[in-house]
C-alpha cells in the first residue's frame, strides 16, 4: 500500500505569513500532484511534479518534488484569505503489472488564512 | 467542455435503501476513478477504470458496493443496501490515463439515515 502522508493536518495563520506543507512517502512515484479543494467541490489540479528535485512556480506558490520523488513541499508566500482550502497531495504510480496506474491521495491540510 | 458531471449532488436514503450515483466523464479521457471522501479517512480510492474495464477494486469496502462503466461516457457506483456508515461525499474524477491529471466532480453528498 502506497501512503502518502501529510503534515500538518491542520494550519490556521494570519494574513501575509508564509507557510510550508509536506507530503511524505516510503514510495517512489512517477508523478506527484498538488490539488486545492473548497467547501462542497471537488478538488482542483494545481501542479505536477515529475523530476525528482524539481520545482514549479504558480504565482505566490511554489511546489518542490524531492531528489528521490518520494516526498513533496508546497510553500506559499504572504498567504490571503483566498488561499484557504484544503491542499492535497497524490501520487501517481504504475500498480504491479507496470500497465496500470493509479492516483493515490494523502488526508490533506486544512489550511484556513484570516485576515 | 462542461468537465465532469454528477448527480445527484445530495442523497438522503434510508438504511437499507439502495443508491445509485451517476458520473459523467469529460469526453476522450480513458480513466475513470470513484473516490469516497470522510473527516476521518480522507479520499480513499474505491475503484478506476481504464478503457471501461475495472482494473483495481480493491478499495471497495464491501460486496455492497458495485460499480459499472458500460460505455465511455457513463458509469456507475451502487450500493445495496445501503448503512448509516455509508454516509460520505463521493467524487468521480476522469483523465487521460497517461498524464493522470485527474477532473473531478462537484460530488455526490450522501446521507444514510
Known amino acids: 500500500t502506497q501512503l502518502l502522508e501529510q503534515s500538518p493536518q491542520f494550519l490556521s495563520i494570519q494574513e501575509g505569513e508564509n507557510l510550508t506543507v509536506y507530503c511524505n512517502s516510503s514510495?517512489?512515484?512517477?508523478?506527484l500532484q498538488w490539488y486545492r479543494q473548497e467547501p462542497g467541490e471537488g478538488p482542483v489540479l494545481l501542479v505536477t511534479?515529475?523530476?525528482?528535485?524539481e520545482v514549479k512556480k504558480l504565482k505566490r506558490l511554489t511546489f518542490q518534488f524531492g531528489d528521490a520523488r518520494k516526498d513533496s513541499s508546497l510553500h506559499i508566500t504572504a498567504a490571503q484569505p483566498g488561499d484557504t482550502g484544503l491542499y492535497l497531495c497524490?501520487?501517481?504510480?504504475?500498480?504491479?503489472?507496470?500497465?496500470?496506474?493509479?492516483?493515490?491521495f494523502g488526508k490533506g491540510t486544512l489550511l484556513t488564512v484570516n485576515p | 467542455d462542461a468537465g465532469v458531471i454528477q448527480s445527484p449532488r445530495h442523497e438522503v436514503t434510508e438504511m437499507g435503501q439502495e443508491v445509485t450515483l451517476r458520473c459523467k466523464p469529460i469526453?476522450?479521457?480513458?480513466?475513470l476513478f470513484w473516490y469516497r471522501q470522510t473527516m476521518m479517512r480522507g479520499l480513499e480510492l474505491l475503484i478506476y477504470?481504464?478503457?471501461?474495464?475495472?482494473?483495481?477494486d480493491s478499495g471497495m469496502p464491501e460486496d455492497r458496493f458495485s460499480a459499472k462503466m458500460p460505455n465511455a461516457s457513463f458509469s456507475t457506483l451502487k450500493i445495496q443496501p445501503s448503512e448509516p456508515r455509508d454516509s460520505a461525499v463521493y467524487f468521480c474524477?476522469?483523465?487521460?490515463?497517461?498524464?493522470?491529471?485527474?477532473?473531478f466532480g462537484q460530488g455526490t453528498r450522501l446521507t444514510v439515515v
Open positions: 474524477a476522469s483523465s487521460f490515463r497517461v498524464t493522470g491529471k485527474a477532473f
Open positions: 514510495s517512489v512515484f512517477s508523478s
Open positions: 511534479v515529475v523530476t525528482g528535485g
Open positions: 497524490a501520487g501517481y504510480n504504475a500498480d504491479s503489472g507496470g500497465s496500470n496506474y493509479k492516483l493515490t
Open positions: 469526453s476522450g479521457h480513458n480513466s
Open positions: 477504470f481504464n478503457n471501461n474495464v475495472p482494473i483495481d
